[in-house]
T-cell receptor, first 120, second 110 residues
Framework: QITLKESGPTLVKPTQTLTLTCTFS??????????VAWIRQPPGKALEWLAL?????????SPSLKSRLTITKDTSKNLVVLTMTNMDPVDTATYYC???FGSGWAFGNWGQGTLVTVSS | QSVLTQPPSVSAAPGQKVTISCSGS????????VSWYQQLPGTAPKLLIY???KRPSGLPDRFSGSKSGTSATLGITGLQTGDEADYYC???????????FGGGTKLTVL
């Protein structure tokens, strides 16, 4: 059974850096082809893909946010970390950690999500 | 403004069939697999369809997916009140490059 859980601050101030940790079980990031992504959803709005990291450490980032995002993994601890710099109120959203499913572009298992509010 | 275009809302009566469209371009839907997600109120999205038309194990066959050219469609038959949710399509866009989602479609079962 695959599970993922996000953790991190619920409130950050503008210009601060957000660090979110995804702790997962039921799969290993040492297995070839496995990927973990971050997706966010502002309140009442659509999903937005942020970043993806594969087991071979190949990384993909949203072009519009690439300069602000860093995604890393710790295979031995079964965790993935996302950092986003220079936070702004428009970054207020629920941030989801997700397991990439299969060889195409699909996400089969999602964390419960964590709401991050950016406010002074 | 989402890269993929979905109707904001659709509705149908219980027991009926509904389709939700997702329109894109050759750089996304036209040359990449499409996935579909259901998001019930207050919950995380759930994968319904992957690789255009495949269902994850255990998902009822009331849900179906198809793709033609630069558009994809999600179909739901035998509508139930429990199907009321937001539905999203997603794919990879080779020109950006990056993952993209539609703006979401709210399904109301009247």
């Amino acid at each position: 059974q695959i599970t993922l859980k996000e953790s991190g601050p619920t409130l950050v101030k503008p210009t601060q850096t957000l660090t979110l940790t995804c702790t997962f079980s039921g799969f290993s990031l040492s297995t070839s082809g496995v990927g973990v992504a971050w997706i966010r959803q502002p309140p009442g709005k659509a999903l937005e893909w942020l970043a993806l990291i594969y087991s071979n450490d190949d990384k993909r980032h949203s072009p519009s946010l690439k300069s602000r995002l860093t995604i890393t993994k710790d295979t031995s601890k079964n965790l993935v970390v996302l950092t986003m710099t220079n936070m702004d109120p428009v970054d207020t959203a629920t941030y989801y950690c997700v397991h990439k499913f299969g060889s195409g572009w699909a996400f089969g298992n999602w964390g419960q999500g964590t709401l991050v509010t950016v406010s002074s | 403004q989402s890269v993929l275009t979905q109707p904001p809302s659709v509705s149908a009566a219980p027991g009926q069939k509904v389709t939700i469209s997702c329109s894109g371009s050759s750089s996304n839907i036209g040359n990449n697999y499409v996935s579909w997600y259901q998001q019930l109120p207050g919950t995380a999205p759930k994968l319904l369809i992957y690789e255009n038309n495949k269902r994850p194990s255990g998902l009822p066959d009331r849900f179906s997916g198809s793709k033609s050219g630069t558009s994809a469609t999600l179909g739901i038959t035998g509508l139930q009140t429990g199907d009321e949710a937001d539905y999203y399509c997603g794919t990879w866009d080779s020109s950006l490059p990056g993952g993209v989602f539609g703006g979401g479609t709210k399904l109301t079962v009247l």
